[in-house]
């Protein structure tokens, strides 16, 4: 999500109100680190070993979405903005891992959402509105390049959103019509890889998949899906599921009251996620074996998490 503040939105407008902030991730190789994700209005770290979450935001920003570095150095985030404004105010920032050096990157108030590094850290992959007016400006995905220049629209038709690099930086994945699509990452060769068909809670006509979130070999996305009956994951809840990258062998990941948010390990063993009952941050083994319930049922939400790669 990794489901962001505007993919929330396009599920409310479809289908009533669905947790905030489920963006999409992009997974990068090497040790587990920390985990950064949002509660209320700011961004929290903790170490997924144990111990309390520490609030890292605060003041001027109001920040959700957070999205670690290829270095695991810095901190993308969506600023200004969250599920405690309006989305046309959501803004694209940076900062440091301990929520210090804060740099605002787009001030065009056309309301991003689900910023993704690229694996060189050299391009955001986002998604962008014009207005709240789902019919006149629907969202679709963008590149830029760090410092906010070079914007190119990457996707066509109807909303697309919770865009996330592959490992290698030539392709993207994001959401689009509830399926996940593939394109190059100049926009060029997108196919559909879940175009199975069926019916939706959401009033699809398929089930409905989101979140994608590539393995840190590139091998496989982990995903979240939803749909009231079979051609697969006919559940109430939202759960977690793997594939492979281009949409084969679909595994059921976590079980009821389900699973939003999926993000890797570094190490590519385990998935983070926020569970679909009392939005605590767990993380699970890729077999579905291993849950760990890291934050507690204290009232707080916790949300949108992403693993820090050291």
């Not at 309390?52 to 957070?66: D, N, R, V, W, Y």
């Not at 939803?226 to 051609?231: G, I, K, M």
């Amino acid at each position: 999500m990794r489901r962001g503040l505007i993919g929330a939105l396009v599920l409310v407008a479809f289908a009533g109100a669905i947790g905030p902030n489920m963006s999409a991730r992009a997974a990068f190789p090497g040790r587990n680190g920390n985990l950064a994700f949002a509660s209320g209005a700011n961004i929290w770290v903790m170490d997924p070993g144990g111990g309390k979450p520490k609030k890292i935001t605060g003041g001027e920003f109001e920040s959700s979405e957070p999205d670690w570095s290829p270095d695991g150095d810095r901190i993308l985030f969506i600023c200004n903005g969250g599920y405690y404004s309006h989305a046309n105010k959501n803004e694209i920032c940076t900062m440091s891992s301990n929520g210090r050096d804060r740099v605002k990157i787009t001030s065009d108030n056309k309301g991003e959402g689900s910023p993704t590094w690229s694996p060189d850290a050299s391009r955001i992959a986002f998604s962008r509105t014009d207005c709240m007016d789902w019919e006149k400006c629907p969202l679709q995905v963008f590149v830029m390049n760090i410092d906010g220049s070079g914007t190119r629209q990457i996707s066509e038709g109807d909303h697309a959103y919770d865009p996330v690099w592959s490992p290698t930086g030539n392709e993207i994945a994001y959401v689009q019509d509830c399926d996940i699509f593939i394109t190059d990452a100049d926009g060029a060769n997108t196919r559909n890889v879940t175009p199975e068909r069926g019916t939706s809670t959401l009033g699809s006509d398929n089930p409905c998949e989101m979140a994608p979130e590539w393995s840190p070999d590139g091998k496989s996305i982990a995903y979240m899906c939803l749909s009231d009956t079979e051609p697969y994951c006919g559940t109430s809840w939202w759960n977690i599921w793997v594939m492979n990258a281009d949409g084969s062998d679909k595994v059921q990941v976590t079980e009821d009251p389900g699973g939003l948010s999926p993000a890797w390990s570094p190490n590519g063993k385990r998935i983070c996620f926020d569970d679909g009952e009392h939005n605590r941050i767990s993380t699970i083994r890729v077999d579905g074996t291993g849950l760990k319930r890291l934050t507690s049922k204290d009232g707080k939400s916790f949300y949108s998490c992403d693993w820090q790669p050291v």
